[in-house]
Structures are given as structure tokens and as C-alpha cells.
């Protein structure tokens, strides 16, 4: 049966009011899709019950906190901003296996949350998990492919109930959901970004310099795609973005003198749900002027790769 986003809106309005009842509620938007629409639901059944927060880790995109405020308030939906970069960046320093970053991570969010729950007297955490999340994370009798910060890395005991309204939806169901709801498309049509941020697009210890150079190298990948989709020469991908790959350094030139820069990864895939993707096959021009922004535009790098791999055998993000 085709999914009906009409039909799912009133159902799930209904099943919040119903779970939450009189209580109030805090949502973590993250500026995701996923976030974004469970917060638009949540905003429609319980509009003064409502917390909408969203925890700035110090791993997200640029200019991340601004867009995300900027695009739910077109939608009604007002955000509290919560600096916590420091309390996170701090927590995962020296930390370099990926299930334990997301551990970290995970409870680090949930203790935000209470303590703004505390303040505002709250009982009930929304979140925007989705059915990749938990399938992913593992149980009953599936493997763990990687525990989803939602979900595998929430700490066993914490003082707040959950509600998840789109639980078992995917991706593509989740983005008819915000074209319904009248999102628009820079929340619609926006490409997947991991709940633990650039953590998982920086492989092994985390350090500020790290994410910098994360963030401008995503920034010039989106520009870079996003144009030349708009212009027709290639199919806008799933997901694209860039990954550090942990303190791997290269020998290379500038001008003429010997350097030692870092490695960065390009990767862009074309998925449905993200369950699996095809690396997409990227224009050498594009490829090339993407390489040479980078290069030129952060100084640190001195190499850039284009990841070829599918999903399986890898995943769509680095960790």
C-alpha cells in the first residue's frame, strides 16, 4: 500500500497527544529532515507543551544553529539554541574508536536534555528516529552495524520517556511527510546529516582543528554539487560530503617547498532509504574543481580521495 503522508499526519497527531497527554515534551532538532518534521508534528499536537532545542555540539555544519532557526520559524516552529560544544568537544577528546564516540555522544545529549527538561519541567524526550536508526543500532537478532547515537547510544537510565512518531518510517516517507507539512524545501529536499554530526566524518581522535577542516571541506563539497546539479550536469546525490581520515598525512608541494598535510575523502552516494547506496560517478571536471578549492581554500589538507565504495560492504558515513 502507497504511503498516505495525509493519513499519517492525523494518526500521529493523535498518537502524540495521546502518549504525551498533559505532560510537556522536549524535542532535539538538529536541523535534519528527521528532526524537523517530528518537531513539526509535535508542534501541531501539542503546540504549548512544546520544547524545541537544538544542541550545538561544536560538530555541526557552518552556520548550522541560524539556517535550522531561520527555516522552522518560516514553519512556526520557534527553537531554543543551547551552546554545548564545549562540554562535547571536551568528552570526546583522545577518544578514537567510533562505537565509543557515539556512546559519548548519545549521553551527552540525553544529559542536556534533562537538565533543560529540569528547567522546564519536562518529562518526555522527542526525537526524529527513524527505521535505518534502530535497525542499524542492533538487537533481538540483528547485528550491529553501528549504534545510532538515538538510539544504541542512549544511556540505560535517564529520566525521560520517549516518543518516536516516525519510528518506522524511512527517508523517502519521512521527506512526503515535510512537503505535507509545508516545510519547504531547503528542510525537504536537504541531504541526510549524522545525529553525532562531523564526529563520524572524522575518523579517529577528534580535536577542534579537525572539525574546522571538516566543516569548510563539507561546506565547498555541497556548494560544489549543489551547483552543478542545478545546472543539469549531473543527478543531485543522496548524500555527499567530505571526511577526515584520522592523523594520516601525506607529503606533498606548495610552491616549492615540502609539506605534510592531511588526507580528506570525498564521498557521494544515490540511496532510497540509506539501508543501501551506490557510490554516485562523479564528472573528473567536477572532481577536479572540488580537489583544487580544497586545496587551495584549506591549507591543511594536502590530498584529496574520492571513495568508491557501495553500501554494504561500507556504510554511507565514515564511522
Known sequence: MAFDAGKFIESSITGIKAQVGKKRAIIAVSGGVDSSVAAAL???AIPSQLVCVFVDTGMMRLDEANLVKSSLAAAGVQIRIV????????????ISDPEEKRRIIGEKFIRVFERIAKEEKVSVLMQGTIAPDWIESGGASRDRIKSHHNVGGLPEKMGLSLCEPLRDLYKHEVRMLARELGLGAALSERQPFP???LAVRIVGEITPQKVSIVQRACRIVEEEIESAAHAGDIE????????LLSDSKTVGVRGDERSYQY????RAVSSLDGMTANFSHMPHPLLQKISTRITN??????????DVTNKPPGTVEME
Open 195 to 197: 545525529g553525532p554530526g
Open 236 to 243: 543531485r546525490p543522496w548524500q555527499y560530503f567530505a571526511a
Open 297 to 306: 581554500e584549506i591549507r591543511e589538507v594536502g590530498r584529496v580521495l574520492y
Open 263 to 266: 588526507c580528506l575523502v570525498v
Open 83 to 94: 551552546d554545548a560544544s564545549e562540554e562535547f568537544l571536551s568528552a570526546l577528546a583522545k
Open 42 to 44: 509535535a508542534h501541531r
